[in-house]
């Protein structure tokens, strides 16, 4: 009898059980970043007065929501063993794109709201398929790439608004930034869901599977059938809708969209993805710890801001911390090599 095997049935096999009872055990392995997170709340509620207040904490939900949103595609990207260094660019040429559609008239202000959001999306996955596919088809490491795409889009987008920041966007799309659902602000909860929608899409699906295989061992995976090139091309596009979903997150809050915004952002987004655990060398890694990690980063910021740490100092301090995180996976992973059975 003659047996056939589909690249489906090939594939990772994934986990049956309840959405819920995954994300529960995932910030159960993420124990550790949690309990620092808690600390440094703890620390920082007893050294600085107002940091404990709802007006405070509201701040911090809704300052960590950008990193949040371009941590979220980040950690796609270096699940597979990739880095992205043009998402600020990136962010800023899909913000004056899409500010460009705001401001042009002639469209009621729903229709217009709606279309800025599907062009900033489309700017910002058409710049990561660019860098996903240069990448894999001519094998160039995606950080020469990424690094060649955060010049030409941040040209771009300098090009094409000749420089100058745009603005006198619909007043309803202000709001937008502004508002808050059960005292939390909107844009936070627009993160929480990408989030929640990558966590699903890494541990419930063969797309997810093949996403942590491939950062695990790319070859074995390439044997076994798979078209590994193309899971790496759409990681990097989902990277892309990510940071378009950031701009228009940004534009929101502050009713602007220039061509210098973003700059330092892929940095900050490497980083939550880093602090929250996963490996700069692929195929470890989770959204609930990426979250985690830019929480822990936005408390962190706001604290030492509040406790009078000037500007020079705290990135001196979070310089710091990105770096210990660095070694700490750095010796987590040599000690899980270790523990690793021969054979």
């Avoid at 007043?171 to 627009?190: H, K, N, Q």
């Avoid at 989030?195 to 599977?209: D, I, N, Y």
């Avoid at 061992?217 to 091309?233: F, I, P, Q, Y």
Wanted: proline residues 3%; contains cysteine; positive net charge.
């Amino acid at each position: 009898m003659t047996t056939s095997t589909s690249s489906a049935q090939a594939a990772p096999a994934v986990r049956r059980t309840p959405a819920a009872s995954s994300f529960a055990r995932q910030v159960m392995g993420e124990a550790g970043i949690g309990v620092a997170l808690l600390a440094l709340v703890a620390v920082f509620a007893l050294a600085a007065p107002h940091f404990a207040t709802r007006a405070n904490l509201t701040h911090i939900a809704t300052e960590i929501t950008l990193n949040t949103m371009l941590a979220v595609g980040m950690t796609f990207v270096i699940l597979v063993g990739g880095i992205d260094l043009s998402v600020g660019a990136v962010m800023a040429l899909s913000a004056v794109v899409s500010g460009e559609v705001l401001t042009s008239g002639g469209l009621s202000p729903s229709v217009a709201v709606l279309l800025a959001v599907l062009v900033a999306a489309a700017v910002g996955m058409v710049c990561g398929l660019v860098n996903g596919f240069v990448s894999e088809h001519w094998k160039v490491p995606s950080f020469i790439v990424t690094l060649g795409m955060l010049n030409m889009a941040r040209g771009a987008a300098l090009q094409y608004t000749d420089a100058k920041t745009l603005y006198d966007f619909p007043p309803g799309f202000g709001r937008f930034g502004t508002a808050t659902l059960l005292g939390v602000p909107a844009l936070f909860w627009i993160a929480l869901s990408m989030v929640a929608v990558g966590h699903v899409v890494l541990t419930r699906t063969v797309f997810g599977r093949l996403v942590f295989a491939i950062g695990g061992n790319e070859e074995a995976v390439r044997l076994s059938g798979h078209r590994t090139g193309v899971v790496k091309v759409a990681v990097f596009v989902i990277a892309g809708f990510a940071v378009g979903i950031a701009a228009v997150t940004y534009m929101a809050r502050l009713s602007i969209a220039s061509p210098i915004i973003g700059g330092g952002y892929e940095l900050s987004a490497i980083a939550a993805v880093v602090i929250g655990g996963a490996s700069l060398s692929g195929g470890k890694g989770s959204m609930v710890g990426t979250l985690l990690g830019a929480c822990l980063l936005g408390v962190l910021t706001n604290g030492l801001l509040l406790m009078g740490v000037s500007d020079f100092q705290r990135q001196i301090i979070t310089g710091a911390v990105i770096v210990v995180a660095v070694v700490v996976d750095h010796y987590r992973g040599r000690l899980a090599r270790r523990l690793t059975p021969l054979g």
